[in-house]
């Protein structure tokens, strides 16, 4: 079980179980009612849009001749690892959009994206194209924009 578990580590469990029903011939609708399951839960999984609960995991291993609690195993890890992908996520925006020339003054690669916020949001606005701004936008939300748009007026009006 743990070689399958580790080669399928963070891989949603319903193409698991797609690919399972498959090379034992079954399908799925008359398989999920074998389970006393809807046929649309089971097809659901299998898509990828829903997860796996412990009892159905049962009768799973059970059906499939998996050990015990690999289904869920398999949930498990595949939560964990969108939750990985979701924090690394939060903590910069998505780069690949973002210009490096845009920050020619600043070791781009060393940019604390929390701390300095208010200096990349003025940066990208002022000098990013569209896209640049949006992912800024996406990042940092709305709120967090308007914020420093304010202090920037405020500043304005201080020195005029």
């Excluded at 796996?52 to 799973?60: E, G, Q, V």
């Excluded at 959009?97 to 916020?117: A, G, P, V």
């Excluded at 606005?125 to 748009?149: L, P, T, W």
Aim: proline letters at 2%; charged letters at 30%.
């Amino acid at each position: 079980m743990e070689k399958l578990i580790s080669k399928f580590k963070g891989i949603h469990p319903g193409i698991i179980l797609e690919r399972e029903l498959k090379k034992k011939g079954l399908k799925k609708g008359p398989f999920a009612l074998s389970l006393n399951e809807y046929p649309q839960t089971l097809n659901d999984i299998t898509k990828g849009k829903r997860g796996i609960t412990i009892a159905l995991s049962i009768k799973l291993d059970q059906c499939l001749g998996l050990e015990e609690g690999t289904m869920f195993l398999l949930q498990a890890y595949y939560e964990i690892q969108k939750e990985k992908d979701k924090i690394s996520l939060s903590n910069k925006p998505d780069l690949s959009i973002i210009r490096r020339i845009l920050f020619w003054d600043t070791d781009f690669d060393n940019i604390n994206w929390q701390k300095q916020y208010q200096a990349v949001v003025k940066r990208v606005m002022e000098r990013g194209n569209d896209d640049e701004k949006n992912e800024i936008i996406r990042f940092y939300g709305k709120q967090k924009i308007n914020e420093v748009k304010n202090l920037d007026n405020a500043f304005k009006r201080t020195i005029t």
